[in-house]
C-alpha cells in the first residue's frame, strides 16, 4: 500500500458548467427528447432531470470533462451488462441514442468535452437510515453482486480513494479533524484494520462491485420499501466482503446493539451469495474503517471546499455515532 493516498484532482472539482439551451437541442437532434431540464445535486458529474409531457422523467448526466473517458465507459458497460444479466433489478437504465449510441461528446460552457448520457429515472427518495429494511437491502445487494461476477472492463482495476483497502494510506488527513475526540476513533480504527483485517481483505478474491451503498444510493417508495440502487460511479473490482461491509457502515445503530442492522442485512445477503463465517468475523473491524475513511476523507474535502461543506459533510454525523457506537459495544 502506498506510504500517501490518492492524490485524485477530481475529488476537488465542481461539476461542469453546462448551459441549458445547447444541452437541450443535443437532446431533440440525437435522442429525440424534448422536456424541461431541472438541475440535480453531484459530486462530479452534471446531472439533470429531464421531465417530458406525458412519459416518465429521465436522467441526464454529463461527465467532469477531466474524468478519465475510460471509467464513464466503466460505468455505461457495468449498467449494459446488468441490462441482460438481471433486467428484473431496480437499476437506471441507459437510453441509446437514435443511432445506437450511448453517449456523446457535449461542450462545457467553457468549451471542454463532457460524455453525456441519458438514463431511466428511479422514482423514489433517499432511504432514511432508521427505517432501511436491512436483510431486503442484503438481499438485493447480493443480487447485484451475483449479476455482476461475470462481468470484466479494462478500467475496473483502477485505484479510487473510496476503496477501503487503501484506508492505511489515509493517515495524511488525520489533522484536518479537528476534533480531538473523532480524531482518536477515527485513527484507532484505522490501527485495528491494519493489524490484521487489512491483509486478510487484500488477500479475497475480487469482482466488480457497486462500492458505495449508503442512504443517498439506495431509493425508497413511499411505503419505505426498496424501490432502487443508483449511482455506480464508485464501482471498483474488490472483495465482496467489502460490499457488504460498506453497506453496513451506514447500517449500524446507537444502542445496546449496534450490529443489529448489518446481521440483518448479512443474513439475507447469505441468502443469495454465501459469505463464510471467517470472513464475516472481519465484518465490525471493516465497517469502523468505513466510518473512518467517512470521517476522514470529508474532513479532508470540507477544509478545502468551504463552501460546499454542508453537502460533503452530509453523511460525517452518521459516521461518528456509528464509531462512538461501536468502540462503546466493543470496550475500545
Known sequence: MP?????????LAAPPVIEAAPLAEALRRDWGLEGALHPLGGERDRNFRLERHGSPPLLVKLAHPDEDPAVTG???????????????LPLPRMLRARDGATERAHPAADARPCLLRVLTYLPGRPMAPPEAPAEALGHLTARLDAALSGFAHPADGRRLLWDIREAPSLREFLPDVSDPGLRALAEAALNRFESGPSAALVALPTQVIHNDLNPHNVLADEHGRLAGIIDFGDMVRAPRLQEVATACAYLVRP???????????????????????????????????????????????????????????RNMPGARAGLESLARHSGG
Open 3 to 11: 506510504p500517501h493516498p490518492i492524490h485524485d484532482p477530481l475529488m
Open 255 to 313: 444502542g445496546d446493539a449496534p450490529l443489529a442492522g448489518p446481521a440483518a442485512f448479512l443474513s439475507g445477503y447469505r441468502a443469495v451469495l454465501p459469505l463464510p463465517e471467517e470472513q464475516a468475523a472481519l465484518l465490525p473491524a471493516l465497517i469502523a474503517t468505513r466510518m473512518a475513511m467517512t470521517v476522514l476523507i470529508t474532513h479532508w474535502r470540507a477544509r478545502r471546499q468551504p463552501e460546499n461543506a454542508p453537502y460533503i459533510l
Open 74 to 88: 466503466f460505468q455505461t458497460a457495468a449498467l449494459l451488462h446488468l441490462e441482460g444479466t438481471a433486467p428484473d
